[in-house]
């Protein structure tokens, strides 16, 4: 790597490529002439979708690896969801740059446009945030609600497979990938909380 290059660590799911080509984007316009690339990176969140989040680590699992790979001298610069992003500083990193939030709500997606007002107890309801659970259970006693993980592709086809009769996505991944035509409706703060920074992207190196 050269003073003329930057190395964007990255996860390797459609969502983070996609926001690190964004700032990739940015970093050229703003300095014509660099050379930026992506290198992606398997974290272990990713390898073991079989367990649940706090199984393997809670938020870090979906960044150790990236930030890993900055203080082995193989990246320049990481992307990150910032709801994901762990809190705790990491010696020898930090965060340079928060660009404009994109929308924070979370979208609710419902069978044959089945609305989120018209939940019952016994309906289908997938997600794979404890945020998200306390609230529905809270909401709607009585809901059946399934455990999901993966990328925003995945949790697509489960619901177009019928797995489940709803599902609640982060509004601002569902736009960065052009799919806000799967939105049955958008969930506004004063009624369902959001994580804190949804929709905000951070930059770290």
Partial sequence: MSLSEAVIATRGSQLARTQSEWIAARLR?????????????????????????????????FTREVQEAMLEGRAHLAVHSLKDLPTAPVPGLRLWAYPKREDPRDAWIGKDGLGFKDLRAGHRVATGALRREAQLRHAVPGLQILPIRGNVDTRLAKFDAGEFDGLLLAAAGLRRLGLENRVTEYLEPTQWLPAPGQGILGVEG
């Avoid at 703003?30 to 367990?51: F, N």
């Fill in 29 to 61: 316009e703003a300095h014509p002439g660099l050379t930026v690339r992506l290198l992606v990176v398997q974290t272990s969140g990713d390898k073991r979708q079989d367990l649940s989040l706090p199984e393997i680590g809670g938020k870090g699992a």
